[in-house]
């Protein structure tokens, strides 16, 4: 292990493998970062407001709640 010239590989390879594990490491960070920015650009957009089909069926489920919810206490409508 004397020998400069095999020292010199051996720290130009390990400088190599230091390289690339930092490149991967910076391209995954990249990645976290671009998902992250996408889920925040979603949850920041407003919700689409319902159509009219689906507000009727909404408060049709909600009146059948409140039946249900009567029934179970025992009041009679």
């Known amino acids: ?17 230091l390289a690339m ?3 991967a ?3 995954g960070w990249r990645g976290w970062l671009q998902l992250k920015t996408q889920e925040m650009r979603l949850s920041a957009e407003p ?3 319902p ?3 689906a507000r009727i069926e909404i ?6 709640i ?11 409508l």
Not at 66 to 76: N, S
Request: proline share 2%; charged share 20%; hydrophobic share 50%.
């Open 1 to 17: 292990m004397s020998d400069p010239q095999t020292t010199l590989t051996l720290v130009a390879a390990s400088l190599a493998g």
């Open 21 to 23: 594990l930092t490149f």
């Open 25 to 27: 490491a910076l391209n």
């Open 47 to 49: 919700a689409a407001t």
């Open 51 to 53: 159509n009219a089909g």
């Open 59 to 64: 408060a049709d489920l909600k009146e059948r």
């Open 66 to 76: 409140r039946k249900l919810e009567a029934i179970a206490a025992g009041v009679d």
